[in-house]
């Protein structure tokens, strides 16, 4: 069975840094790409950056480049996000995705991790 | 970069009625579109790739059509567990992906 597994829900405050996982499982994690998507609060999903853990290929959204970090670490079957200066506005729920190169789309998801950004 | 349209932005409906969610694209996205279903405290879950391909478990009620701008989701006789948002997403340029604003299906 195939399976994302998000780390657990964060408070962080503004200036900290955060590292937030998703480990695969079920599938050969070096052969699909692994997006994050972000939902703010009552909002639409945005698709943030990708990553393919076979050769740590990653590419940005031109919103998010510069913002995050995206990363991998095949050993482990494990993609990263990460931010080095969280600031309220990051305050969301963050999803991680497998994409299917056949099917062009998001086919599994993780539960998603909260990151809650407040003074 | 391509923009996508969903409307309306909210559809109330009664369970046993037909849904038509549409979702248009900007430019052409051949039929790299994909539909996906949230439910409230849940994550997205995939139901249409490729425009018109149900994805595995997704039952015969849903169905997706159109090609190039226009797309349709229909959900042919509503159950009570497809209250939800319904995002629709594009990737023709790759590595570029794009989300609808999404539309809310809720109980009339």
């Known amino acids: 069975e195939v399976q994302l597994v998000q780390s657990g829900a964060e408070v962080k405050k503004p200036g900290e840094s955060l590292k937030i996982s998703c480990k695969g499982s079920?599938?050969?994690?070096?052969?699909?790409?692994i997006g994050w998507v972000r939902q703010m609060p009552g909002k639409g999903l945005e698709w943030m950056g990708i990553?393919?853990?076979?050769?740590?290929?990653?590419r940005y959204s031109p919103s998010f480049q510069g913002q995050v970090t995206i990363s991998a670490d095949k050993s482990i079957s494990t993609a990263y996000l990460q931010w080095s200066s969280l600031k309220a506005s990051d305050t969301a729920m963050y999803y991680c995705?497998?994409?299917?190169?056949?099917?062009?789309?998001?086919?599994?998801w993780g539960q998603g991790t909260l990151v809650t950004v407040s003074s | 970069e391509i923009v996508l349209t969903q409307s309306p932005a909210t559809l109330s409906l009664s369970p046993g009625e037909r849904a038509t969610l549409s979702c248009r694209a900007s430019?052409?996205?051949?039929?790299?579109l994909a539909w996906y279903q949230q439910k409230p405290g849940q994550a997205p879950r995939l139901l249409i790739y490729?425009?018109?391909n149900r994805a595995t478990g997704i039952p015969a009620r849903f169905s997706g059509s159109g090609s190039g701008t226009d797309f349709t989701l229909t959900i042919s006789s509503l159950e009570p567990e497809d209250f939800a948002v319904y995002y629709c997403?594009?990737?023709?340029?790759?590595?570029?992906?794009?989300f609808g604003p999404g539309t809310k299906v809720d109980i009339k």
């Open positions: 995705a497998r994409y299917s190169s056949g099917w062009y789309a998001f086919d599994y």
């Open positions: 079920g599938y050969s994690f070096t052969s699909y790409w």
């Open positions: 990553i393919y853990p076979g050769d740590s290929d990653t």
């Open positions: 430019q052409s996205v051949s039929s790299y």
């Open positions: 490729d425009a018109s």
């Open positions: 997403q594009q990737r023709s340029n790759w590595p570029r992906f794009t």
